[in-house]
């Protein structure tokens, strides 16, 4: 990577010594079962990057490219999937009705875009809200899967309010890929949902000869669900190696380096972000304790590094969008510039050490990586 102006300067970081040594349950199995069962599975690939474990001193670097999941351009529909297969189960043994429902949700684009999915594939109705600053074309892209689309003029945070508010109805539930007290549940099946992309990558690291695991993932955050499922993963394993986890977050929107840093969940002002997905205020609920126990770092990366990492990654031919190649973009970050060695140490890379990066969108998820630069 050419050294400029922003590869010398100390990136937002906070570090976790002992994440290592924390633990917690792991998540169902019955969840793998469940979506290898879903029409149009099959397993994302783990490409091998040799230019980037070079570049990072590292001895091997693999791309979980979630660039097609399900039919859909980013990683969402592993959770929309199993809470909205769970929500209506348990709504059906309840005997609350087996009528249609609308899934009501808030998004920056690619979760709505999975609940409005799949409320079509299952013939009911979606209703999601989305804030200001997400591409027409994902808000386009929302809608064409028959979704009825409220735009707010607010943040993330505005639009997930007024989301809630609007399952009053009794036929309405609320499908959101965040939690609060009080509403922690359907979130919790989300969470637990993402937990196949993490099975996924350990066969395939064993199919790749790495049998013991990654000794690094690098995850791009918004509220911290895909963080919390990441956690939950790598600290129930009874065997393998313990990886560091690292979180990366845009500068406009690091709410859970902010909160690790001051120690308690907070809500930021959220600014404009390329990374639409990641452009969140506040943390989630039921992801909390699993970051501030679980994650080893945490670091937030400007616009133009996610851009940088996009086009290389597309130069080594994994599509990413920036939310994506966010991943990349806070590996590069953590180690480059004032503090380098440092952050390498607290993260344990060595040598021979295996980096996962999870790019979990593709650039039709989000068109602000081909359009707007
Ligand atoms: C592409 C992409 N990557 C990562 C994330 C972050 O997930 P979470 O909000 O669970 O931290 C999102 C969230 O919308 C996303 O759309």
Redesign the pocket.
Known sequence: MPENASSLRTPPWSVRPGARTWRCAPAPAEVRDFHTALPGYSPTPLTELPPLAAESGVGRVFVKDESCRLGLP???ALGASWAVHRALAERAASGEGSGPVTLVTAT????GRAVARTARLLGQRAHVFVPRGVHPRAVAAVAGEQAKVTEVSGSYDEAVRRAAEAVAAPDAILVQ??AWPGYERIPGWIVEGYSTLCAEIDEQLVAEGVAGGPDLVSI????????QAVVTHYRSRLSGRTPALLSVEPEAAACVLESLILGEPVSVTTGETVMA??N?GTP?SIAWPYLRGGLDAAIAVPDAGSARAADHLSALGVSS?P??AAALAGLRAALTGAGAEERRTALGLGPSSVVVLLS??GPA??PHSTLDR
Do not use: I, Y
């Open positions: 980013a990683f969402k920056d684009g690619n979760h890929d965040t791009p955050v918004g509220v911290g669900s895909l963080a997905g990641l969140c989630s969008g939310c994506g979990t969108e998820a989000n």
